[in-house]
């Protein structure tokens, strides 16, 4: 084993001895305006190490290798260039690629092409031409994004489809440097930034467990996003779409002002989306979007960066049905979850969202090829859904299966199947919520008679709610914070590394909405009320304050919360020879979750009130890979990983609800 670790480093050494270095500098204009074009993305494609050009429009790539190589230039705005030429010694003087100049994207105003979506990258003749065996190939086209995930970004989006079968979960996904998967359950938020499809264009996305520079990645491989103000493309920018999708009309304007003289950038974008009716009926959509991202330079070194965004969204959902419903309602559009109120539509399942995020980042250019990128930000807001509830009554949902006829058909009852059947053919309005029935439910309700209630120490007399509708809560409070090392120490050898920390609390409850009429509504168990009716106190779902009245816009029913913690430390070291990439990369990790209960539940009186027991898992990963490149158009690699996970606390609780047992 010993001699053969020490074959194998004599071999790259045997490599890394067969060419000398030299530095590569160029200086890169705007082709139209015939100015030096601040910070353009230069990348070497060989190694993957990267320059930003100055204010003059310069950048210096130290030590690189004598031969071929190709160099990649990407400026938000521009024609993507690829050049390659062969770099050679001149007596100790640097390389120069000379002036550049760059070409404006060819995009009539207010038209978006298909190529904004998928970058391309130019080949020349003598890249497609070069066969021999001594050239240094690089990867050229790896600094577009990949095929799949452009093709699906461009018809319906990346987060329909599952790259591998892996689930969303799998892949990270940052913004500005922040994580944002949610801890709860390892998915991505993705309607928190909707709308906002002008500033979110800057983005890198490694597939699989290929490396990643600014984390240790996922098993499904990791998105950057870039938002800063200093990157996004000059522009003042008008967009109006029709679509015949989720929403009908959006309106957007967004305002980047680049890097200006004065140190400062500012970028702004707002959209609003809406819609009365999308394709299924009762789905209206209502969705504004925000975004202010803000770029200060300190000296020539420092970057600081605030960024806020979100995206209040209100929306009618529709729900899945069987085919039953669907024939007789003649459409295979059909929703339950909406009805007519007065001659309006009304749909009973309403999402209300709104997450804002903020974040704070600094970056140090330490040296031309040390960089060190910090940044922290604080999440909150709300996720709310609404839903029928009832007590003591029938069933409101119009497609519950005990009202439909083949409930009366398998149970024997043929006759009633082909009476239910004709009824609701003739009347398919009984297809949807009756909301006049339910407020005259509750007017009528137990009998006619009002009850006298204590609340808040006085005596009050009103109606016990039979029917309500309910608002079902997961708001979140996130802290993050986070820091990565890059160091392309030479040519051939990068190291990365970083840190991160996460605090996440969920608060999970739901409230009473819309009393639909009545008066009150008792925080009981319908289904302990149900199943122990001579019980009392199993029937509370707060044995702290029992049989407790509440009124609209207070919490029933369950109430908790769910806390997460998690830190992480990585490092990852990249090795770029003539013909074969190597990475090897370790991560270590330590989470920990518990639930914190607000009530005392009937059923579950020890288990379910106060802070559980902390769950604590330390995990580990390790991935390295090798890449062998043919030729410029053929490669060979292989990829492999060693990893643990914690669970995620949406799978660990047997029923979070009610207790705090762990599965």
Not at 132 to 159: E, P, Y
Not at 216 to 244: E, H, K, M, P, W
Not at 271 to 295: C, I, K, M, N
Not at 323 to 332: F, K, T, V
């Amino acid at each position: 084993m010993k001699s053969t670790l020490l074959t194998f480093f004599s071999l790259l050494l045997a490599l890394f001895a067969h060419a000398q270095t030299v530095n590569v500098r160029g200086t890169i204009h705007d082709g139209a305006a015939k100015l030096p074009k601040e910070g353009v993305l230069v990348r070497l494609d060989s190694t993957k190490a990267t320059a930003v050009t100055d204010k003059q429009g310069a950048f210096l790539f130290f030590g690189v290798m004598e031969g071929p190589h190709s160099f990649t230039i990407e400026a938000d705005g521009f024609a993507g260039q690829s050049i390659q030429v062969q770099v050679e010694s001149r007596d100790g003087a640097d390389f120069n690629l000379g002036l550049i100049e760059l070409a404006p994207e060819q995009q009539e105003s207010g038209i978006v092409n298909r190529e904004d979506f998928i970058p391309t990258i130019t080949l020349s003749d003598e890249d497609l031409e070069q066969e021999s065996d001594n050239q240094n190939i690089s990867g050229v086209l790896s600094a577009s994004r990949d095929v799949f995930v452009s093709t699906a970004a461009f018809t319906f989006g990346s987060a329909r489809f599952r790259i591998r079968g892996y689930d969303s979960e799998e892949a990270a996904v940052y913004i500005n440097g922040i994580p944002f998967n949610e801890l709860e359950n390892g998915r991505v938020f993705w309607s928190a930034w909707g709308g906002l499809n002008d500033v979110i264009r800057n983005r890198d996305t490694e597939l699989g467990l290929n490396p990643v520079p600014y984390s240790f990645g996922g098993l499904g491989g990791a998105t950057s996003i870039d938002t800063r103000a200093s990157l996004q493309r000059r522009q003042v920018r008008l967009t109006y779409s029709l679509s015949n999708r989720g929403y009908r009309n959006r309106a957007m304007a967004t305002l980047s002002t680049g890097m200006m003289d004065n140190g400062w950038a500012v970028s702004f974008s707002g959209s609003h989306r809406w819609a009365d009716e999308g394709y299924q009926p009762g789905t209206f959509y209502d969705s504004w979007a925000y975004f202010l991202s803000v770029d200060r330079k300190l000296g020539d070194n420092h970057l600081l960066n605030l960024n806020v965004f979100g995206s209040p969204t209100k929306r009618g959902r529709a729900g899945a049905s069987t085919q039953e419903l669907y024939d007789l309602a003649g459409s295979n559009y059909y929703n339950s979850f909406w009805g007519y109120q007065n001659g309006k539509v009304r749909n009973s399942r309403v999402s209300d969202i709104h997450q804002p995020v903020v974040i704070l980042r600094h970056d140090w250019t330490i040296s031309p090829n040390a960089t060190l990128t910090t940044a922290a930000s604080y999440q909150f807001g709300r996720v709310g859904s609404s839903a029928l509830n009832w007590f003591d009554a029938p069933d409101p949902r119009p497609d519950y299966y005990r009202n439909m006829p083949s409930f009366f058909r398998l149970s024997g009852w043929d006759d009633a199947a082909a009476l239910v059947e004709s009824e609701l053919l003739a009347n398919p309005d009984r297809l949807q919520v009756q909301w006049d029935e339910l407020y005259e439910a509750n007017r009528n309700s137990q009998l006619d008679q009002k009850f006298s209630y204590l609340l808040d120490g006085q005596e009050y007399t009103g109606k016990w709610s039979q029917y309500m509708l309910e608002d079902r809560r997961f708001d979140t409070r996130e802290m993050n914070f986070y820091s990565n090392y890059q160091h392309a120490i030479t040519t051939q050898f990068t190291l990365s590394g970083g840190l991160s920390y996460q605090s996440q609390t969920v608060e999970t409850f739901k409230t009473v909405e819309d009393l639909l009429g009545g008066d009150f509504f008792l925080n009981v168990d319908p289904f302990a009320v149900r199943d122990f009716s001579d019980d009392f106190d199993i029937q509370q779902n707060d044995l702290n304050n029992p049989s407790q009245i509440v009124r609209e816009g207070d919490v029933f029913g369950y109430n908790y919360d769910i806390d997460v913690r998690r830190g992480e430390l990585w490092m990852q070291g990249e090795m770029a020879l003539p013909k074969v990439d190597l990475f090897l990369a370790g991560s270590v990790s330590n989470t920990q979750f518990w639930r914190t209960g607000k009530y005392r539940t009937g059923r579950f009186p020890d288990s379910s009130f106060g802070e559980s027991e902390k769950q604590k898992f330390t995990n580990v990963g390790i991935k390295g890979g090798a890449t062998y490149k043919i030729d410029g158009r053929n490669y060979l690699f292989a990829n492999a990983a060693f990893l643990t996970r914690a669970p995620f606390v949406r799978n660990a609780f047997v029923s979070p609800r009610t207790r705090d047992q762990v599965a």
